[in-house]
């Protein structure tokens, strides 16, 4: 189970380092606010 968690957090962090190429750091924080929604509902 351990190595599940593993790999899940290094393909959220290889995600991460896609969209911090890609996207303007203004627009960065609407990602960040819709992912903390999300986590809320």
Do not use: P, Q, S
Not at 13 to 41: C, H, M, P, Q, S
């Amino acid at each position: 189970m351990a190595t599940d968690n593993n790999t899940f957090e290094v393909a959220l962090f290889k995600t991460a380092d896609k969209l911090r190429k890609n996207i303007d750091a203004a627009e960065y924080k609407n990602v960040v606010l819709g992912l903390i929604f999300l986590k809320y509902i």
